[in-house]
């Protein structure tokens, strides 16, 4: 069974930094995209961040854009978010997503059919 399974959540405060990982079994993802979203209460989810199959192409959300940083291990299956310079408007849901079909970023959620469970991300002022 093809798993995605997040962590690195957990309460913080704004300027504080947190890594998020997402851990791929069942299958090997070597040639899929990868890609971040999230989502706040009483919003729809959006886009955070995606990265290529190879990671030499990365496309970040312009309100993360110099604070996240995305990188992926193929090895290990394994894609990573780091957060820096945390603010309140970062609080959400993240979720991990694999895409089985596209091997290029995309920061459509449509374009991901394996999504994780989500891990909570709150920044407090």
């Known amino acids: 069974q093809v798993q995605l399974v997040e962590s690195g959540g957990g309460l913080v405060q704004a300027g504080d930094s947190l890594r998020l990982s997402c851990v791929a079994s069942g299958r090997t993802f070597s040639r899929s995209a990868m890609a971040w979203f999230r989502q706040a209460p009483g919003k729809e989810r959006e886009f955070v961040a995606t990265m290529n199959w190879s990671g030499w192409d990365t496309v970040y959300a312009d309100s993360v854009r110099g604070r996240f940083t995305l990188s992926r291990d193929n090895a290990k299956k394994t894609v990573y978010l780091q957060m820096n310079s945390l603010k309140p408007e970062d609080t959400a849901v993240y979720y991990c997503?694999?895409?089985?079909?596209?091997?290029?970023?995309?920061?459509?959620?449509?374009?991901?059919?394996?999504w994780g469970q989500g891990t909570q991300v709150t920044v407090s002022s």
């Open positions: 997503a694999v895409s089985t079909k596209y091997g290029s970023v995309s920061s459509n959620a449509q374009d991901y059919d394996l």
